[in-house]
């Protein structure tokens, strides 16, 4: 019993980072100043925010997704140990820091520099990806619950492994963003949106 | 147990991002700076910001009778599947955008393009009560707690039934934002306060 | 069962709005511009931010009392209503206010308006101890926990008891912010102090 | 059952202080303007917020391993006093003031004030281990669990005795902030990176 307090009380907080990180992500978009709507009026004003739309939806699907497989995690363990709350501690790290490159590429998107915001971006899902696979790995070798052999870890299992190509799929994006910033981030929305429809079990 | 779990980190997930998008929305209420101070006062500089107020009041009672509907939701389902997980993350992704429009809104009301932030702050209403039909929907064809027959549960489900008829009626309020902004608002509001008061159940 | 699920999801909802208020009072404090620094020096500049600190202070301690106040209430019931749902709410709307008056407070404390500032300020108070009060004076007769009679329980009534001089002593520091704004402050860190000395229980 | 969802309660609360609070620290750090990216191109901008990322990640690394800690002290007991409460409130006090530093040290580390800056952040930190060593007294003085005796209970005892070397480190270190910012916030930074890894039980 005490385990599963141990354990609860981690995802709890986990939980709240990730649910602060997801919801300050508004913050980012600014509503125009007067001067703007009185230059161009305002639906022309908030038309011209898409950078910040599309960087708000990319990173709330991307933090919701990582959300979904840290909980899938948490289903199959029921102890944790020191080097499980510092992974995560790690992994929380770069998730609390996604709203900075989010508002850094909302601000840059359509700037000369987009390329140096893209990079930024896609790296913090890079290290993202990268400690979650550690966590992923410290979990599995260590920590599985006695009980985690029925149909529902399995299934848990089974999904949760698809993330594990995350680290070369966000280190090829990574790639991708010194060429082109549109295509790049693109590619991180597809990427979200693929691992969240992906999901979907065959049968329950 | 473990589907109970399961629900639990999902309602404590969903709770924190209701709950810090609720509290975020003061932060849209911006202190009249020195200059207005000066040659105003700041009595008077205070009351020029009741559109701010108003936006405040109008979203903080809406996430209320939100987050109060999805709690009841909750107490009739016992588990969930990924579907309901993203439907959830989608209801979510509207609530989390609220103070934006929220912002707009108060910074725009008294201002000659006030019919488009009004035309925004009611489509985000629409939004949220469109994905919270269809988590709604998805819940009771699919996932109905083996012992949601008692009276509670048929309470529940009445009251929540009303809010059924949100998708018209805000569709209805988007329809009116684009002749009154202030009729849209206002009515905003009292719907806000019907579903508050409809809820109140006949005896106990 | 579900009855304490209800009670314990209203409990974490309203302990994040608790949470997130307490933590977005910090905000208020401006870090000095450069201008300041270079024109003052930083300590200087640092010390000049006390009416920050002590609506920081201020509005820390109090909100921490209601909190425990609230706590105490919920150890009682264990059951909940759609009416101490939307007192709970009334509750939180003011709670979730605080920061706006804190701030408010903050920039103008030294300037010649200041008493407006401490009008609002203790207002707010008045209005969260009002709010407080109904919804305790609801949960005592309507919703007391049928075990709610052992010693504790006791204890628990006597000390929450006593927050009910809330509504006339804030409405008397009400009063006393028109005469001055700084001894309506004084009073009010002084009350809120009080009553988290005055909590502690004579033995246990 | 009674005492520990009292706990429970106070726990939820904490972490949910703790996860916002730390994720705030982002907030502090600042997107380049477009006058700063026109005039140093935006990856120079970028490098030259390093002190912004020293900050946040000190304090990020700091909060997180108080929490770590926190949530030791309470798989020890199981009751909590009045005066547990208000001590515990303390250290969030303390806790929700971090943002505030972390930011003027982020703005000031490289001024010719960095002292100052440095003082604050590092008597912010001293305030916390002296607010936690006066929890953790209290708490193994009056609240220890009946069943606390077992193996993880000594170890998280062991492991929490090495904490109370805080208060005479971090007093130690904010005597060094006035000679040297930069030595003062490694050593900070290094304090947090040792108490992380020093929690490494030997075995399990």
Known sequence: MRDENETARLEAFSDSVFAIAITLLVLEIKVPTHEEAAAYGLAKSLAALWPSYLAFLTSFITILVIWVHH??????????????????????????????????????????????????????????????????????????????????????????KQYRFGPPLYFAVFLVSFFSEAWSISICLMLALFFALRDRPTKK
Not at 141 to 151: F, K, P, R
């Open 71 to 160: 909980h899938l995690i948490f289903l199959l363990i029921r102890r944790n140990d020191h080097l499980f709350l510092y992974l995560n501690g790690l992994l929380l790290l770069f998730v609390t820091f996604v709203p900075f490159p989010t508002a850094l590429l909302a601000e840059y998107l359509l700037h000369p520099d987009a390329k140096v915001a893209a990079n930024i971006y896609t790296a913090t899902f890079l290290a993202i990806s990268i400690a979650y696979d550690m966590l992923w790995k410290h979990a599995t070798q260590n920590l599985l619950s006695a009980n985690a052999s029925n149909d529902k870890s399995n299934e848990a299992i089974h999904i949760t």
